[in-house]
């Protein structure tokens, strides 16, 4: 058996998104931007995607903007920001490098000044401090994703959204980890950019959008043609944007059943784990029902494998995992570090999708319980 448990670093492509893609890779692959019969099909395409991910959203189609994925959409959120004014960015320690590298970046280039929001030892955000730091700074942008990719630490985008009106600055949230499993209304939230990747719910790798809202400013990082309405050069990628539309239209559809049943299951796991292994922990509010995101949950184990880490131990065992961020392998986590965990212990994150199981929940339990019962007895 083989069993995939690293739903968030990306998800299997869901089959009737791959039959919604397949016209436009073998039929109707015109260019958009051509003036004949095929690149009008093509165009006609990409605006109906459009407009079904802003009539799920609440949002305008306009509103709505293409890009590459998840991190090229971060990086235009922030540098629109900071060109149309900003000058503070507010944002935290466990943020995606996205967010945290681009920000370094404009350190640099802009002397941006960057202040981070307090927390305590679960992760969870100081939202006094935030009001604090806005209060005592103009010209604001706050950067807070929605749930942590690691430890799955949901943060209240409500009620930041609410704080950043009041002092009337901008608001961004990386929604990657969430959108497709949560529902968005973009009337309702204060939110100014907002961004997602179709891979990470059953759509295809390459391919996301940003959310802009009106009025907001957008600055150009790629230079050429006039795709995107003059904002993002660069031919579409219309097989992507199609996946990405039905992805996003299917896991509205399926949202309540789906959440139901991986809920069940990362429970389930939480539950076996806590009986089998006593020395297990739970990072963040990774087990904390209310307040993580249903398809991620973050243990701590001790170091027992000399030489070889647990994750090595699960895939020989043909059983995929991650100890955090698929972008940060081969190097520290630095959500990890700012939790302060301490040495002699392997993280391991699991993360859950509609097409897992319990049988599998039941293996991966086993497999962790017989390289710790020698210990536990």
Not at 65 to 87: Q, R, W
């Amino acid at each position: 058996m083989t069993i995939y448990l690293d739903n968030a670093a990306t998800t299997q492509l869901d089959n009737e998104v791959f039959n919604a893609m397949t016209p436009h890779l073998f039929e109707n692959y015109g260019n958009p931007s051509a003036q004949h019969s095929h690149g009008r099909r093509a165009k006609i395409a990409v605006e109906a995607c459009r407009a079904t991910i802003a009539l799920l959203l609440n949002a305008s189609p306009e509103e709505i903007i293409f890009t590459s994925g998840g991190t090229e959409a971060d990086n235009m959120a922030i540098v629109s920001a900071v060109e149309s004014g900003i000058d503070h960015v507010i944002t935290t320690g466990f943020e995606h490098q996205a967010v945290l590298q681009t920000l370094t970046n404009l350190q640099k280039k802009h002397d941006t000044r960057v202040s981070f929001i307090k927390h305590d030892e679960k992760g969870n955000l100081d939202l006094q401090h935030l009001e604090y730091l806005l209060r005592t700074n103009t010209r604001n942008l706050v950067s807070v994703m929605h749930a942590n990719n690691e430890i799955g630490n949901l943060n209240d985008i409500e009620r930041i959204g609410e704080l950043c009106e009041r002092y009337k600055a901008l608001f961004h949230t990386d929604t990657v980890q969430t959108m497709g499993h949560y529902r968005f209304d973009l009337q309702k939230l204060k939110i100014d950019f907002l961004t997602a990747s179709a891979h990470k719910f059953h759509g295809p790798k390459g391919v996301g959008f940003l959310y802009r809202r009106k009025g907001n400013r957008l600055a150009k990082l790629v230079h050429g043609g006039g795709q995107e309405r003059g904002q993002r050069a660069g031919t579409e990628n219309i097989p992507g944007i199609v996946g990405l539309s039905k992805a996003l239209e299917i896991a509205y559809r399926n949202l309540e059943a789906d959440t139901r049943y991986i809920t069940h299951l990362k429970y389930t796991l939480v539950d076996r784990l806590s009986e089998l292994i006593p020395e297990i922990q739970f990072n963040g509010n990774s087990a904390v029902e209310d307040r993580s995101l249903y398809t991620v949950l973050s243990v701590k184990l001790p170091s027992i494998l000399p030489g070889r880490s647990l994750l090595q131990y699960l895939d020989e065992r043909r059983i995929s995992v991650s100890g955090g961020s698929a972008c940060c392998a081969g190097g520290e986590s630095h959500v990890l570090k700012a939790l302060n965990i301490e040495p002699g212990y392997d993280t391991i994150r699991f993360s859950f999708s509609k097409f897992n199981n319990e049988r599998e929940i039941d293996y991966v339990a086993a497999k962790l319980a017989d390289l710790f019962e020698p210990v536990l007895v």
